[in-house]
């Protein structure tokens, strides 16, 4: 079991969002994906965010990477107001300071492991080695490797490196253990966990799998748009303790 009792500093929000809201207009239906939510994120936290399909989990996770934009509210990254930053300036914030880990891992079939880490660090501005990154998640012995001889975990593995390889402050993954068997998930979470403890990266898992909440400092749960719960544990499970 983990120690809870972490040094992060919750002092000061890494990330900002105040009355937040994203509706969708389907024909002449108004869709509301996010009624005015309000949170906070702080540095070297890991949280998880539950909710089921529809609750409007996977748009907050694209509006916090500057992948969409809400219909209304402010979102503040380091008191820097992403929702109202120009097309080249949330380039620049998702080039810089995000790393996204989704649930189909996309990576390039024609590349090795690690040419398809090596596509962001050759844009990053401080990039870690694409071989030391790999090397974090496991797959020192992987680096020649094309995805088709990669087992599913493996290719998850592969598009967390590249996602870390930017050292990036954020760390959004979205359902990133949905298409795996228990066992590879877990073993997909235990990367993902090591990455937050040893980098200080802070991280949020956006998914449908309540288990996995006791692997988190926090957890908070969506429901119809709105935050339904947000609490923290009083311990944090390893992931090798995760049951579902």
């Not at 490196?161 to 949905?178: F, I, M, N, Q, S």
Request: glycine letters at 8%; hydrophobic letters at 40%.
């Amino acid at each position: 079991m983990l120690d809870n009792s972490s040094d992060n500093d919750h002092s000061q929000a890494v990330l900002r969002i105040t009355d937040l809201s994203k509706f969708y207009m389907m024909g002449e239906v108004r869709v509301e994906a996010l009624k005015h939510l309000s949170l906070d994120f702080y540095a070297g936290e890991l949280a998880v965010l539950l909710g089921a399909s529809g609750s409007g989990k996977s748009t907050l996770i694209n509006i916090i990477g500057g992948l969409d934009t809400p219909s209304s509210g402010k979102l503040f990254f380091h008191g820097r107001e992403i929702t109202a930053a120009t097309e080249s300036e949330l380039t620049a914030y998702r080039r810089r300071s995000i790393g996204f880990v989704f649930q189909f891992y996309n990576l390039i079939s024609s590349l090795s492991a690690l040419e398809n880490v090596q596509l962001v660090t050759e844009i990053a501005e401080d990039p870690m080695p694409a071989e030391e990154a790999l090397k974090l998640v496991g797959l020192e012995h992987r680096f020649n490797h094309f995805p088709a001889q990669l087992s599913g975990g493996e290719q998850q593995r592969v598009a967390i490196a590249r996602a870390v390889a930017k050292r990036p402050e954020l760390l959004l993954c979205d359902e990133p253990t949905g298409a795996l068997d228990f066992q590879t998930g877990k073993l997909v979470l235990d990367v993902i966990e090591k990455v937050n403890r040893e980098l200080g990266t802070t991280t949020l898992i956006i998914t449908h799998n309540a288990s996995i909440a006791g692997m988190a400092d926090r957890v908070m749960r969506l429901r119809s748009g709105e935050l339904s719960e947000d609490r923290r544990n009083l311990t944090r499970l390893s992931p090798s303790e995760l049951v579902w």
